[in-house]
């Protein structure tokens, strides 16, 4: 009985304790890195809102951003491979990019049909800045390391328009 | 005077504006993201790292028909249970010709599942957040978006994986040969 009683109390406390850690990692998680990152972004849109920078911002970009062409020329643009890996850290370029297309789009200036696709074209780089580290993540060898980085760059030029255009067919019917 | 106060009020209203979207995502966002978090975490922990790795195994191996599971369902299972960075150590149940390809899979998903789960990169929410938060201002379905946005990013990641195999295996034999 005792026996019993005891393996409740322990599994219970278990999942309790599981529960509660879960909870402390997301909020750790907020307060570290989404709240301050949310921060910077909302102070980029009211500046974006509240100036004359947003409409220069917005010609600028309303040519790429409104035609499946323009989204494309973005695209490969970032997918360069001397380009891309200065793009890629902290995702920090998309992010921003995907803030100001996102403004011109509540603003009316870049039709919504576009936002897929869009989040394609503005992220070929993914990752290009990390290869070298998520190779050894996985325990690849130095030689698969050496040749699968120019391999995942050379990739992404084929691989980022092919994107949009992904992006684009699933945007059908939105 | 006029001119002075006139220049105070703008700059101020850059920062009510900025402030007012703050709240506007502090209510609207941190809170489903907190509880969403916990549960995912919780059930991450609930299932286990053995019952994962089992998994892994299976699906990582050789040969065309497991491309597919490979290079769509194993980033997803990575980056879902594992989150980003810790997704890409995964790669080590593959085979050593197979890792390039796996990791840019797995990193070109980690966007793509923070529209409906965005537990997997929240260091990395704006990608998704900032283009979703423009539909949402008017009146667009984000849900619907980011329901494709997740599917048109495993197609996505099948199609990168399929390619970097093909020019790596190129570069490779290229390498020995020279």
Redesign the interface.
């Known amino acids: 009985m005792q026996a019993l009683i005891e393996k409740i109390g322990r599994s219970v406390g278990g999942v309790v304790g599981?529960?509660f850690?879960?909870?402390r990692?997301?909020?750790d998680?907020?307060l570290k890195?989404?709240?301050p990152?949310?921060?910077f972004?909302?102070?980029v849109?009211?500046?974006i809102?509240?100036?004359g920078v947003g409409d220069a911002i917005a010609n600028g970009i309303k040519g790429f951003s409104s035609s499946l062409g323009g989204l494309m020329i973005v695209c490969i643009i970032c997918a360069i491979p001397l380009l891309s890996p200065l793009l890629g850290p902290?995702?920090v370029i998309?992010?921003?990019?995907?803030?100001?297309?996102?403004?011109?789009?509540?603003?009316?200036n870049?039709d919504?049909s576009m936002?897929?696709p869009?989040?394609?074209a503005?992220?070929p780089q993914?990752?290009c800045d990390?290869?070298p580290?998520?190779?050894a993540?996985?325990?690849?060898?130095p030689k698969?390391v050496e040749?699968?980085?120019?391999?995942?760059l050379?990739?992404?030029m084929?691989?980022g328009p092919?994107?949009v255009v992904?992006?684009y067919?699933?945007?059908l019917g939105? | 005077m006029d001119a002075l106060v006139a220049g105070a009020e703008?700059f101020i209203?850059?920062?009510?504006?900025?402030?007012d979207?703050?709240v506007g995502?502090?209510t609207g966002?941190?809170p489903i993201?907190?509880?969403?978090?916990?549960?995912?975490?919780?059930t991450v922990?609930?299932i286990g790292k053995e019952r994962v790795e089992g998994f892994a195994k299976w699906a990582s191996q050789e040969g065309w028909i497991y491309m597919p599971v490979r290079y769509t369902l194993l980033p997803f299972v990575a980056v879902f249970m594992l989150t980003n960075?810790?997704c890409?150590?995964?790669?080590?149940f593959?085979p050593?010709?197979h890792?390039?390809a796996?990791?840019?899979a797995?990193?070109?998903f980690?966007?793509?599942i923070t529209g409906i789960f965005p537990?997997a990169n929240?260091?990395?929410?704006?990608?998704?957040?900032?283009?979703?938060?423009?539909?949402?201002?008017?009146g667009?379905?984000t849900t619907?978006?980011a329901v494709?946005?997740l599917?048109?990013g495993l197609?996505?990641i099948l199609?990168?994986g399929i390619?970097?195999d093909i020019?790596?295996g190129i570069?490779?034999s290229r390498?020995e040969n020279a």
């Open positions: 599981t529960l850690q879960a909870g990692d997301a909020v998680l907020c890195t989404i709240i990152f949310m921060a972004v909302t102070f849109i009211g500046l809102l509240e100036t902290g995702a998309a992010q921003i990019v995907g803030v100001l297309i996102g403004t011109e789009i509540g603003r009316g870049i919504p936002a897929l869009a989040l394609f503005i992220n993914v990752g990390f290869v580290v998520g190779l993540l996985g325990e690849a060898e698969t040749v699968g980085v120019p391999a995942v050379t990739s992404r084929i691989t092919i994107s992904v992006g067919l699933f945007a939105l | 703008a209203q850059v920062f009510r504006t900025a402030a979207v703050f995502f502090t966002i941190i993201v907190v509880v969403f978090l916990t549960a995912v975490n919780a922990n609930f960075p810790v890409y150590t995964f790669g080590t593959l050593e010709k890792k390039p796996f990791y840019d797995a990193v070109s980690v966007h793509p537990h929240g260091g990395e929410l704006f990608v998704w957040l900032g283009i979703a938060a423009g539909v949402e201002a008017i667009g379905n619907a978006l494709r946005y599917l048109a197609v996505v199609i990168r390619v970097t020019i790596y570069m490779v390498k």
